[in-house]
């Protein structure tokens, strides 16, 4: 699985961002699919995760409530829609892909990632 993060950008404390995460291959609906996050000076940290089915999520105590984590298996893309951002949320935002069923916040977990995009948040 190939993965292609996008969607970053610059945006104000309080506003919103969308990150998208394409796939490639056909076994992307079968993957667990992770956010992860790293701030400069800082290790990388996870934020979501989403099972096969979506119907299972997980989230970092810092983002829950805010960040939103969905995925559409026909586009094999999955989202994290990110809302009342903070100055601390500003980091490169990477996605991730395990056929693991546990541990989804472990970096080790994962076995495919993509290239990270910035999100920054300006206050």
């Known amino acids: 699985v190939q993965l292609q993060a996008s969607g970053g950008g610059l945006v104000q404390v309080g506003g919103s961002l969308r990150l998208s995460c394409a796939a490639s291959g056909r076994t992307f609906s079968s993957y667990a699919m992770g956010w992860f996050r790293q701030a400069p000076g800082r290790e990388r940290e996870f934020v979501a995760a989403i099972g096969w089915s979506g119907t299972r999520t997980v989230y970092a105590d810092s983002v829950k409530g805010r960040f939103t984590i969905s995925r559409e298996n026909a586009k094999n893309t999955v989202y994290l829609q990110m809302d009342s951002l903070k100055p601390e949320d500003t980091a490169v935002y990477y996605c991730?892909?395990?056929?693991?069923?546990?541990?989804?916040?472990?970096?080790?977990?994962?076995?495919?990632w993509g290239q990270g995009t910035q999100v920054t948040v300006s206050s």
């Open positions: 991730a892909g395990t056929s693991r069923t546990t541990a989804w916040g472990s970096f080790w977990t994962y076995d495919h």
